[in-house]
Structures are given as C-alpha cells and as structure tokens.
C-alpha cells in the first residue's frame, strides 16, 4: 500500500557506471519529482515531471535523466556517475499542479547510492 | 529567491516536554504555502503540518503546533509532549503559489528526545 515507493533502497556501484532508480506513485498524482539529499541533509530539486511534460530543471549535469514512461513512473537515470553522485536521492509527487492547496508533497522512502 | 532558513542545527528536548523549532523565510510573495516535515532514521520524509499563508489561524496536529507569523516571515513548529519517536530530522518547506510545485526547504534541525 506505499504510496510512494523507490527501488533500489541501497545502490553501490563503480564510478563511471550508469545506474537507474525507479520510482512509482499509486496516488494518481499528476506530478512527480526527483530531489537529491546531501550528505548535510539539505534537500535539493532535480526534476519535475507533469503529464510527461518536464516542467522545473535545476542546474542538473545532463549526466542525469528523468524518464516518465506513465503518469505513475518517474525513473532517474545516471550516466557515468561520479564520486559526487553519492547521495540520498527521493522520489515525491503531488497531486495537481494547477491546485495550489492540494499540492502536498508525498515522499518515497529514498535510494542511498554510493559511488566507489 | 526564496529561502528557507532553520537556525538550529541540532535541538533536543525532554520526553514529555515541550520543544519549539525555528524557521524563517525570505519571499516577495504574499501568497505561498509552509510546511514541516519529518525525516526519522528510516529515512522516509513524512508531513507533519502545513500553513496557507493566507489563514491567520495557525495549524494545528494533535500534539504539533505552528507559529505562523507572516509579517515576521517566520515559521515555527512546536512540539509537545515530546515522544522518543519524535526524534528525527525537521525540514521546513516553503512552496510558492504561482510556479510548478517547486519546494524549497531549510537545511534541517536534529531533534534528539531525551529519556
């Protein structure tokens, strides 16, 4: 019954790799997005994706890569990832972009990836 | 730009008293949502409580409490009767109304309840 849920929990992997986290809403919500939480625990937005259309991208290395095959999937793919990649990275959505009041964010259980 | 700012690093509190946790601000907006939430040890960001600016009236969850002071732009949550399971990290969360859902949020402050 988790709303949110991210898989992997844990991903270790080589520097260089390319790696993907996959994220599922099953709240019908119409937006999804990726935020990267440093090891200081500040928590910053990478990607938002509203009807498969990309509406906020911060100043992200095109490394990274949202990819929403549904309204309900918003996977993050990592090409040749770094050192610096290591991090706590969390899948949320909202229901309505439009809705202001309703745009509670709901939050997946974070994916720790740590690059060696 | 909006920023989201939480001065204390690290609280802690008593089992069964009560704890105030700061946040302030900075925004041009006059309308904009405020939040708070929760990341215990597992991990998993959980809401605790959210404020419309617009309401004069402060939110209020069971044992959770909001200090909204809009002119001040400040945002404090307190805490009462303090649980071993509130211990975790708090995040204050600013979302503003016009643009797609973008939060912003303050570095945190660790809550540890003293037994």
């Known amino acids: 019954d988790t709303a949110v849920s991210q898989t992997p929990k844990y991903l270790v992997t080589q520097m260089g790799n390319d790696k993907s986290i996959k994220c599922e809403q099953n709240l019908g919500h119409d937006t999804m997005y990726w935020y990267k939480q440093d090891s200081k625990k500040f928590l910053k937005i990478m990607f938002s994706?509203?009807?498969?259309?990309?509406?906020i991208n911060e100043t992200v290395p095109n490394r990274f890569s949202p990819k929403s095959p549904d309204k309900a999937h918003l996977n993050l793919h990592i090409n040749s990832l770094e050192l610096g990649d290591s991090a706590v990275y969390f899948c949320a959505s909202s229901q309505d972009r439009e809705r202001r009041w309703k745009n509670i964010q709901y939050f997946g259980a974070g994916t720790r990836l740590s690059v060696l | 730009a909006q920023t989201v700012t939480q001065s204390q690093p690290e609280m802690s509190v008593q089992e069964a008293e009560t704890v105030t946790l700061s946040c302030t601000y900075d925004?041009?907006?006059?309308?904009?949502?405020l939040f708070w939430y929760k990341q215990p040890p597992s991990r998993q960001m959980i809401l605790v409580i959210r404020?419309?600016?617009?309401?004069?009236q402060n939110a209020t969850e069971n044992r959770f409490s909001v200090n909204f002071q809009k002119a001040a732009k400040s945002f404090s949550l307190k805490i009462s009767d303090s649980q071993l399971g509130d211990a975790a990290m708090y995040f204050c969360?600013?979302?503003?109304?016009?643009?797609?859902?973008?939060?912003?949020f303050g570095t945190g402050t660790s809550l540890t309840v003293i037994p």
């Open positions: 404020q419309e600016a617009y309401k004069q």
């Open positions: 994706y509203n009807n498969k259309e990309l509406i």
């Open positions: 969360a600013y979302l503003r109304d016009d643009t797609g859902n973008q939060f912003y």
């Open positions: 925004t041009s907006e006059s309308d904009y949502y």
